[in-house]
């Protein structure tokens, strides 16, 4: 199995670069974050192209070419210790192919981000680099609790994280050891049979979404099930389910944790016996802990959920 590399923990006064590689932002949505930064001792350096905005079918922040060179910048130029995507959104899946990792890989750095930035974490785990699926900036300004932020802080200083969590009703239980890949299930879908897809085998896989009408999800669910996913993985992580399904119907539209969309998904992967966490606290939710994509995971399940990086 390939080493995944992690990159150095930041010291007081780097940079992080703030960039947005899919969907437009305003400054507003921004100012919260940055400042966050700033008072964490760290210096935010902006991209060229973060607040630029270009309309074509969606609300993108740039032309393509735009968003290229911003995320190329921030990977390569040597100054940049950590990149922190602004929002997700869409338009990562234009980047991907354009990507350039010359300096990146003598100098690794951190990229945080989840949604759409599935994509590029992806990308990077394919080319053996570790990324952490936390908040983006943009959510700071939506009431997103202050320790899903700390949390990201305290990984970008060198500390791996560890979560104790109540068990839930859908679980399997076990202990298994194993690379940690995924992250929005809509991306990971997207992302099968191209070539920048995720490795599954012998992994344990996370999922997340938002937004996703109910027979949406039960399709990328036996998408990953004909795909031969469930017979590779390890285990199974279920993160925020919200936003699913018809808002006048469905009474826990609001809710982190839907119970239906968790049902169907439990109900299609009763045939497979490897360990899964339900409710795990990471995705489009207001109270997130970061997780690394491609990080070593001890996970125990039983009357309690015990996840070690």
Not at 40 to 65: D, M, R
Not at 90 to 107: D, P, R
Request: some cysteine; hydrophobic content about 35%; charged content about 25%.
């Amino acid at each position: 199995m390939k080493k995944i590399i992690f990159p150095k923990a930041l010291k007081k006064g780097s940079k992080i670069a703030v960039i947005s590689p899919a969907g437009a932002v305003d400054v507003s949505q921004l100012e919260k974050g940055i400042e966050m930064i700033k008072n964490k001792g760290f210096e935010p350096v902006l991209g060229e192209h973060l607040y630029t905005k270009y309309s074509n079918g969606y609300n993108y922040a740039g032309t393509e070419q735009e968003r290229i060179k911003d995320i190329n910048w921030a990977l390569n130029d040597q100054d940049i210790s950590a990149i922190w995507a602004s929002r997700g959104g869409y338009g990562c899946q234009h980047l991907v192919q354009h990507l350039k990792l010359k300096n990146f890989t003598n100098n690794p750095k951190w990229y945080i981000g989840y949604s759409d930035n599935t994509v590029i974490q992806s990308y990077l785990l394919k080319k053996g680099f570790a990324s952490i699926h936390g908040q983006t900036i943009k959510t700071s300004s939506f009431g997103v609790t202050d320790e899903s932020y700390d949390l990201v802080f305290n990984i970008l200083k060198g500390k791996r994280p560890e979560y104790t969590l109540k068990s839930h009703k859908f679980n399997k239980a076990g202990n298994i050891e194993g690379e940690l890949v995924g992250g929005n299930l809509a991306l990971i879908y997207a992302l099968l049979g191209t070539k920048y897809s995720f490795d599954f085998r012998d992994k344990i896989l996370f999922i997340e979404d938002i937004g996703e009408n109910f027979y949406a999800l039960d399709r990328m669910i036996m998408t990953l099930e004909l795909a031969g996913v469930f017979n590779k993985i390890k285990g199974l992580i279920v993160g925020g389910m919200t936003n699913m399904g018809d808002e006048k119907e469905n009474k826990s539209y609001e809710e982190s944790f839907d119970e239906f969309a968790y049902k169907l998904i439990s109900d299609r992967i009763s045939k497979y016996k490897f360990p899964t966490v339900f409710g795990f606290p990471n995705g489009h939710i207001k109270d997130n802990r970061p997780l690394i994509i491609g990080g070593k995971v001890n996970m125990k399940v039983g009357d309690k959920v015990k996840i070690e990086f």
